[in-house]
């Protein structure tokens, strides 16, 4: 049999390691994998593409980036605005159908997150069999309980704050760090505790500027003259309003940015303390894989082939009570695993000191 595989949508580090773990399940069965090269964009004819073997891929799970590329541009975007669909063109589709006849590819092993899977059910609905893989540096996707990549962000954001804390305390400064997350908060909230952050604003808890205010004040007042904020890309104004860098114009989700400045202007006139802000951005992204997400990767993209050799087609690889296991695609996008502002690791973190920007030090 041979079986193909693409990733698509935004990198990050552990997708070798899920290349990695197709190719060696696979070849144990005696089959051939085709990588698609640039995501979607490899099925178009006369297709984009290059034999993996073994050979191919020893030693790439340290790698962080992916050796087959990818993108979230070009005919295959599914996701447009601020969490819109828009159907594949169905000649688009026709087009990818006929690359993957004419390389007899038997089932196609989709990596991505909400919005490559969106694609890949759509490819499913036309009849092309379809496994699903979820990559998602956010770790907002509600059927899975970690993907892949999450962790090795959350490394950046606390490298970030430990560096960050040492040049804040030398001048008595206020720095606010800004980090990903469009719709979900876990990179801040995760990233943020483990780095000692004493103020984290997410995108699931509205915050009110002179809350963060008198958070910095209170800490003035006991004598702790530095404060590290870390914000979410996705948390709003006050005025409920998205920063974005970019408008894209409905060719894809609109590019944010931007909030880690309007919240330091704002501490520095409410405060008066001298504050800088920093977008950590890509370096999110980049770099070697940690372990769990070296380890998670290959055991995804194992389960990924086993699925194929189940015949189990238009599910998708998730990760439940240390267990991967799958469930259905269509059942996984679109449905968001976004912080609870009543969980328990908020709770927590109240009870620490940490100020979310929602109320009072204290309350």
Known sequence: MRIGILNSGGDCPGLNAVIHGVVGAAHTLGWEVVGFRDGFEGLLPPGDYMMLDPSRTVGIMKLGGTILGTTNKGHFVAKVGEGNVAEVPREIVEKAKATLRHLEIGALIVVGGDGSLTTAQQLFEMDVPVIGVPKTIDNDIQ??????????????????????????????????????????????????????????????IPFQMEHVADAIRQR??????????????????????????????????????????????????????ETRACTLGHLQRGGAPTALDRILGVRFGAKAVHLIEEGKFGRMVSYQHYQVGDVSIQEAVNQLRLVQPDSEIIRAGRSIGICFGDCRVGR
Do not use: Q
């Open 143 to 204: 059927a899975t309980a970690m993907t892949f990549g999450f962790d090795s962000a959350c490394h950046s954001v606390v490298d970030a704050l430990d560096r960050l804390h040492t040049t804040a305390e030398s001048h008595k400064r206020v720095i606010v760090l800004e980090v990903m997350g469009r719709h979900a908060g876990w990179i801040a909230l995760y990233g943020g505790m483990s780095g000692g952050a004493d103020v984290i604003l997410l995108p699931e």
């Open 220 to 273: 003035d007042a006991r004598g702790l003259h530095s404060t590290l904020v870390v914000v979410a890309e996705g948390a709003r104004m006050e005025t409920g309003e998205l920063l974005k860098k970019e408008n894209v114009g409905g060719k894809g989700e609109d590019r944010l940015g931007g909030i880690g400045d309007y919240v330091a202007k704002k501490i520095e006139a409410m405060t008066g303390k």
